[in-house]
């Protein structure tokens, strides 16, 4: 099991960019599957993005057109760049990597959207 450590939330004004990282500290390579999840208090976790094995790629509806989730096996990282935020998407951001059969998830970073 590889242990996730998350990073880059922080505050930003509606409008703006963050770029979240999911270091991992084993390899990714062959990971089945890696996603971000987000959840607010009080609500159930939702999952944002996630990319498969061929890079294939699934995003929720509400984030569609403005995040994107992308690897880099070289750095054992995962991102997700998120534009365009709006004050709906503060929450606290948790990345999912599976490898095989051992699902690993990070400690999550908190990202808020000021309006």
Do not use: H
């Amino acid at each position: 099991q590889v242990q996730l450590v998350e990073s880059g939330g922080g505050l930003v004004q509606a409008g703006g960019s963050l770029r979240l990282s999911c270091a991992a500290s084993g390899s990714i390579f062959s990971a089945n599957a890696m996603s971000w999840y987000r959840q607010v208090p009080g609500k159930q976790r939702e999952l944002v993005a996630d990319l498969d094995r061929s890079r294939t790629t699934n995003y929720a509806d509400s984030v569609k057109g403005r995040f994107t989730i992308s690897r880099d096996n070289a750095k054992n990282t995962v991102y997700l760049q998120m534009n365009s935020l709006k004050p709906e998407d503060t929450a606290v951001y948790t990345c999912y990597v599976r490898i095989r059969a051992t699902g690993s998830w990070g400690q999550g970073t908190q990202v808020t959207v000021s309006s």
